[in-house]
């Protein structure tokens, strides 16, 4: 195999597996999903290291497209049970408001 069609395999490699990654990223529809949320994190100095590894092999284009990545693709292959948590989320929320609204009216009938 010829130098050029060896480096012209491995480039083909290379954009699919960036395009299997970054799959993951894109909704049913097929369009990418906007990244819009800003989260700090601290993370161990190896994990940093395997980020900036895929970021010097153009696997992603930053560190946080990468977990971005990870992240999204860890809860995508867990999705019923993400819904469901964020079903009970949001009535431990309602229960903890209403919890609230009854302390406050507690102490309203006790000042009077």
């Excluded at 490699?13 to 990244?35: F, I, P, W």
């Excluded at 601290?42 to 994990?47: A, L, P, Q, V, Y």
């Excluded at 903890?96 to 309203?108: C, L, N």
Aim: a neutral charge.
């Amino acid at each position: 195999m010829s130098g050029k069609k060896k480096a012209e395999r491995v480039a083909t490699a290379e954009l699919s597996l960036r395009e299997q990654l970054l799959g993951r990223l894109t909704s049913e529809d097929g369009s990418s999903k906007k990244r819009e949320v800003s989260v700090m994190t601290r993370m161990s100095g190896d994990i940093v290291e395997v980020l900036d590894a895929l970021v010097e092999l153009d696997i992603f284009k930053s560190r946080s497209e990468a977990v971005s990545a990870f992240v999204a693709q860890s809860i995508n292959d867990r999705k019923n049970l993400f819904d469901e948590i964020k079903v009970q989320a949001v009535e431990i929320r309602k229960m903890r408001d209403s919890a609230k609204r009854h302390a406050f009216e507690a102490f309203q009938e006790d000042s009077t």
